[in-house]
């Protein structure tokens, strides 16, 4: 019977769909559809497959009528990485392979028209996606394999071409072929300096204790920080030092992280799975495809997923794009981003955490002291550029600091400062707490509670909560505010917790910090951590 079915995998942002690729090759008018709505670069693919077919010695039913349905058929599906298995389907049908040999098997990879194997964008969300559907076996690229094989369950097969897909399905030694040419664009990675990061340490701050603490809270609960304060006084250095004080990622973030990596094609072959939060820092003048997702053709994740369980860092953020920052309410809000279009709808987990900085001007010399003030910005260019600070996008930010230059008895160089390491411990312990008390939920950390179960499951104590009920109905708290006040307190108990040794519950004392923390009052540090430099 002229007819075969194998399988691939098309994707929808994160989230993969297996594909029954199928073969008919009858009598008829000579020629090949495809069928099932197929995007433009999947039909280019049949002349690269027919081509691939007949360089590697192989027939093409030139004489026959061919058709290739890629089902389920109402499922849009995009993408070169079908080559490889429309080509198997085909020569399955006109019984040049073994139909047994395709049973449990999915096929990914671009073909040339020589018939070699290119690597394929998203292999890793693909291998997910192929495995969670039964599929026992799965043939990809050759520098692709050991991406693949981070997905326990399945036997990878990394090939080099066509012919040796052929041969090692059929149980044959494969022939010899060239190595793949690695995908372009993940040789771009090592010179974007991430690397000028990897020796900074928190004990390169000196002073800062407040906003330290701020950014020590905000790493073990996830929240969002602004940072606000003149040129030089810090802001930077402080969020660049925030990837060195969270803990290596689970091995669910880990993969998660991983596959979107694949998925934007930014993935080097040789890395590994991805174990240390990321930091993404994009300039104000990127675009909304680069920062939020999007791009032509196949949607791509941009910093904001890429930088998912890590940093993302918008520094002058007031002179971001309107539309850009109006887009963050989403992933404030729910932790992942959905892109619309017209005919597709891709939603990408984006619950890394958001740091944003800020001067109190555009040149970045306004204070309110009139005798220091050397400001240059006309008071109307002033104002507009610190409304964008303000409204709904302020008022999904849990924590808000407004940092100044450190006094030069804090910078003194033979004061002991507290480094990464240590801050580093009591985050990770204070979100094994959180993992322990968030066992079988949707979400890991308290910034992730959803408002209902932070009623009826973790309230605040009664005292506390008076202090929350005084600030909302005085007005000087959102409802939104108040949510995200208690979500706080949460994670100020659980560093308490780490530093006391006992379990302690958000009270008074807790929540009288949370609402410093959202509102930007000081902190008396000394009350909540131990002082640096204290002999």
Request: charged letters at 20%; proline letters at 7%; aromatic letters at 4%.
């Amino acid at each position: 019977m002229p007819f075969a079915t194998t399988h691939c995998v098309a994707l929808d942002g994160a989230r993969g769909h297996l594909i029954d690729v199928q073969a008919d090759v009858s009598t008829g008018q000579a020629g090949i559809t495809v069928v099932g709505r197929a995007g433009a670069a999947l039909r280019e693919g049949l002349d690269r497959v027919r081509m691939a077919i007949a360089n590697s010695d192989l027939s093409w039913p030139s004489s026959m009528r061919t058709t290739i349905l890629l089902a389920p058929a109402d499922l849009p599906k995009s993408g070169t990485h079908f080559d490889l298995a429309m080509a198997m389907t085909v020569l399955a049908a006109t019984g040049q392979v073994p139909r047994t040999g395709l049973a449990g098997t999915a096929f990914i990879g671009e073909l040339t028209l020589a018939g070699s194997l290119r690597p394929a964008v998203g292999v890793l969300p693909m291998a997910l996606a192929a495995a969670d559907r039964g599929v026992r076996r799965l043939v990809v690229p050759e520098p692709q394999a050991a991406e693949a094989a981070m997905v326990p369950g399945l036997d990878i097969i990394g090939a080099r071409s066509l012919a040796q897909v052929v041969a090692l399905v059929a149980g044959e030694v494969p022939p010899e072929a060239p190595p793949v040419v690695s995908a372009s664009g993940t040789d771009l990675i090592v010179w974007r300096g991430a690397g000028r990061l990897d020796d900074l340490d928190f004990a390169d701050l000196r002073g800062m204790l407040d906003e330290k603490y701020a950014a020590e809270v905000a790493a073990a609960g996830g929240h969002a920080l602004l940072l606000s304060g003149p040129k030089g006084c810090g802001k930077t250095s402080l969020a660049e030092r925030l990837p060195t004080i969270l803990p290596d990622l689970t091995t669910e973030e880990s993969l998660e992280l991983t596959a979107l990596h694949s998925l934007a094609g930014a993935l080097d072959p040789g890395q590994g799975m991805i174990v240390r939060p990321p930091f993404a820092a994009p300039h104000h003048d990127a675009s909304k495809a680069s920062v939020i997702g999007g791009g032509q053709g196949r949607v791509q994740p941009g910093e904001i997923s890429r930088a998912h369980a890590g940093v993302l860092f918008l520094d002058e953020f007031p002179l971001f794009r309107s539309d850009i920052i109006e887009a963050l309410r989403q992933p404030l809000e729910n932790g992942d981003i959905t892109i619309a279009r017209r005919d597709e709808s891709v939603t990408l987990p984006a619950r890394g955490m958001l740091v944003v900085a800020s001067n109190p001007c555009p040149c970045g010399n306004w204070t309110a002291a009139a005798r220091s003030n050397r400001c240059t910005c006309p008071e109307t260019v002033r104002r507009r550029y610190q409304a964008r600070m303000s409204g709904p996008i302020a008022d999904r930010i849990d924590i808000v600091r407004h940092v100044r230059s450190a006094s030069p008895a804090a910078q003194d160089p033979f004061r002991p400062v507290e480094g990464s390491s240590e801050v580093q411990a009591r985050v990770a312990e204070a979100r094994r707490r959180q993992l322990s008390r968030f066992e079988g939920r949707d979400w890991r950390l308290n910034s992730q509670i959803p408002s209902p179960r932070l009623k009826d499951t973790w309230p605040v104590h009664p005292d506390g909560k008076a202090l929350i009920d005084a600030e909302t109905f005085g007005g000087r708290l959102s409802a939104r505010g108040a949510v995200r006040v208690q979500r706080l307190a949460w994670t100020v108990a659980d560093l308490q917790s780490v530093r006391s040794g006992r379990d302690i519950d958000p009270g008074e004392a807790e929540v009288a910090v949370a609402l410093r923390l959202r509102t930007g009052r000081p902190l008396d540090v000394a009350t909540v951590r131990p002082a640096e430099g204290v002999a």
